[in-house]
């Protein structure tokens, strides 16, 4: 029998066991709701079939318009350190949660982005506008599918309703859905507001329900923080091995899952460049592409802080001194997959430092350069089917390439297969973002193809290409 929107199991945890995280909440269901896109891939696991999505109950469902028991409403406190200041009340000023589903393989937290106020809306609406809301909602399956660990959409939808930004625009709602949405911030704030028990209470929550494995070992809080550290370092080696990069990584953006969480104004890289700054109201670079890596340490340190009522400082100092070993391996061991090298050597090192160097200078597009090594042959010996300019850095480092393929055993066709899996043709660049935005009928397609962006897809071709000059300015608010 079809399952329905009432019969999904509601089972609500977090909720029940934090209650003094939340305040329940009331969502504004726009007007006149048009449905964008819906994610059908997680709605089947969500245990939910296509055809649900053309009953008028599931538009009001995702419009917080909702006609059965089950769910909650709530937003949830949180503080957070923004652009290393602590600020002590933020919350969920535009999210907020439906509640938790189980089915039969996992447990979903869905949330409502952008369905009006809350009390932690301060000065905004609660409201998104339909651009940001897109760009999330393409980022986010994009994230995942470049396995990346990542929140995820389910559905997008606009409605009639004004909002104001620098100008009048419409707003969306999308609804998230993730393991949970448990932030750093939200352990900052219960322990900054010297609630120890309900911190207790929230950190057994996690370890039991999603790190079960350590659930009740007598060292287990010291392997909840070890498990978090260790996500972290990993989630942002391969934020960097794939080019992207946040730009708003304040605490309160950092999921205790390791998941990439909050989508603002991000950005892929085009070329190499560390001093790329994708936030434009980042003006000292903070959360620069270079400077990534180490915030993700201050970041955890933040988090160390607010958890010395349950584990001693020597641990916590102890597992945050792991975080850079944890992040060199992961973020080697991803470049040099993306190069087809498998067998370490001593100077796989320098040659990764080499090709880091090599990138900088020849700003070559970042993703199509690897994209293009992943079909390299070596009997072509100066690589002249390289499709792009070739220089003196590119040819001395193409030397320094064919001497560590040397040391490899496997065939070139297994190589290329390995590295089209892992070097992407199609990234979200912002201008593919903006199509988008222009014209909702591209967000089919472009859902498609950055949901499979290891697949040719000869149609979409022109979609790998970096900004055509008129679209390679695009700048990208942050009022979203
Ligand atoms: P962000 O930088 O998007 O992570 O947001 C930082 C804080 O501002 C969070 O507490 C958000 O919930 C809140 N916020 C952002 N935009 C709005 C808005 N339009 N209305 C209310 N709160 C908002
Ligand atoms: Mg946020």
Request: a negative charge; glycine letters at 6%; hydrophobic letters at 35%.
């Amino acid at each position: 029998m079809e399952k329905k929107l009432a019969d999904l199991n509601f089972s609500n945890r977090l909720y029940k066991t934090s209650p003094a995280l939340f305040h329940s909440v009331k969502p504004t269901p726009l007007e006149n709701p048009t449905l964008l896109h819906v994610n059908l891939k997680l709605l089947n696991e969500l245990g939910l079939s296509s055809e649900i999505t053309k009953n008028s109950s599931f538009l009001r469902f995702i419009n917080g318009d909702l006609e059965f028991e089950g769910p909650f409403f709530g937003s949830s406190f949180y503080a957070g350190h923004q652009f290393g200041y602590f600020v002590p009340m933020l919350g969920d000023g535009r999210a907020i949660m439906i509640g938790e589903i189980s089915t039969e393989k996992n447990f979903y937290e869905l949330q409502l982005k952008g369905a009006g106020l809350t009390p932690f809306s301060r000065r905004g609406d609660g409201k998104a506008v339909v651009r940001s809301s897109i760009r999330e909602y393409l980022a986010s399956a994009h994230l995942k599918s470049l396995n990346i660990p990542s929140t995820e959409a389910l559905t997008i939808h606009r409605g009639d309703d004004d909002v104001y930004r620098e100008e009048v625009e419409k707003s969306a709602i999308v609804l998230r859905v993730a393991e949970s949405f448990l932030r750093f911030g939200h352990f900052q704030y219960l322990a900054t507001t010297n609630q120890k028990r309900e911190l207790k209470k929230l950190v057994d929550f996690v370890i039991e329900n999603y790190f079960p494995n350590f659930f009740q070992h007598q060292n287990q809080y010291v392997l909840f923080f070890q498990e978090i550290t260790k996500r972290t370092a990993k989630l942002f080696a391969r934020w960097q091995a794939v080019g992207f990069c946040h730009g708003v990584l304040n605490t309160d953006n950092m999921s205790i899952l390791g998941l990439t969480l909050d989508y603002g104004p991000f950005g892929f890289i085009d070329n190499l460049n560390p001093d790329f700054i994708c936030n434009h109201s980042d003006h000292d670079g903070r959360y620069s592409l270079g400077h990534q890596p180490g915030i993700g340490l201050w970041n955890l340190e933040q988090l160390a802080l607010s958890l010395t009522s349950l584990i001693p400082t020597t641990d916590l100092d102890r597992t945050l001194n792991t975080y850079t070993t944890i992040f060199s391996v992961e973020y080697q061991n991803l470049l040099l997959a993306k190069c087809g090298l498998y067998k370490r050597n001593d100077n796989s090192e320098s040659f990764l430092r080499e090709t880091l160097l090599m990138l900088e200078i020849t700003k070559l597009d970042y993703t199509n350069f690897f994209r293009a090594l992943s079909q390299y042959e070596t009997e072509d010996i100066y690589w002249k089917q390289f499709p792009y300019a070739h220089s003196c850095e590119l040819d001395n480092w193409l030397t320094l390439y064919r001497s560590q393929l040397s040391l490899e055993n496997l065939s070139e066709s297994i190589r290329h297969e390995r590295m089209l899996q892992v070097n992407p043709k199609f990234i979200l660049r912002n201008y593919l973002a903006q199509l988008a935005i222009e014209n909702h009928l591209l967000i089919e397609d472009l859902f498609k193809v950055l949901s499979d962006p290891f697949s040719n897809w000869p149609e979409f071709h022109h979609w790998s290409y970096p900004a055509p000059p008129e679209l390679s300015n695009l700048s990208v608010s942050c009022s979203s």
